[in-house]
């Protein structure tokens, strides 16, 4: 399993996974997914183009809440094993290493449910981590929800250290999080 750049060759079976009702964003579930497949439908080329989004450029980014807020510096990769896996994104507030309260962590990540329980999200976080240090993070924050030991499992084999328990913010439905740190040294 590897993680790619998007391209208009894998858009097929992106467009295969949210049509069988997978989102990145777990949140907002099928609203995303719709949105997501109207997006592709109205410019497909955009659409893969918005996946690499270093510069902040694209629009604001919609919250569980419906609630909108500014796009911060990012890119998703997609899993890939000779099929679509999943995605895992990166974000980042330039030569800083604090984010806005409504984003959860630096690198998020969500397997399609058919590819889940091979390891594929353990070797895209180990894939991603030198990426994000290339963007000048001295460590990676990743939030999981205490009952998602999966997730923990995934931060922990690539280093992950629970630093606090955390309330998420409101538009995220005011839940408990956990925040785990890895550190990104050379």
Request: net charge positive; hydrophobic share 40%.
């Amino acid at each position: 399993m590897q993680i790619l750049v998007p391209t208009p060759a894998h858009l097929p079976a992106y467009i295969a996974a949210l049509e069988q009702g997978w989102t990145v964003d777990t949140a907002r579930g099928e609203v995303a997914a719709r949105e997501e497949l109207a997006r592709i439908r109205a410019d497909a080329r955009v659409f893969i183009e918005q996946q690499q989004d270093r510069l902040a450029l694209g629009g604001p980014v919609t919250l569980p809440d419906g609630s909108q807020v500014p796009r911060i510096p990012g890119f998703k990769m997609w899993m890939w094993d000779g099929e679509f896996c999943g995605v895992i994104s990166l974000r980042w507030r330039p030569g800083r290493t604090d984010l806005p309260p409504h984003c959860l962590g630096h690198v998020g990540y969500n397997v399609v449910p058919w590819k889940r329980r091979r390891g594929y999200a353990t070797q895209a976080l180990a894939q991603m981590l030198p990426l994000a240090r290339a963007e000048g993070l001295p460590f990676a924050e990743v939030t999981t929800d205490p009952t998602n030991t999966a997730s923990q499992r995934v931060i922990e084999a690539n280093g992950g250290v629970l630093i606090e328990r955390f309330t998420k913010p409101a538009a995220f439905g005011g839940t408990e999080g956990l925040r785990y740190r890895i550190a990104l040294v050379a």
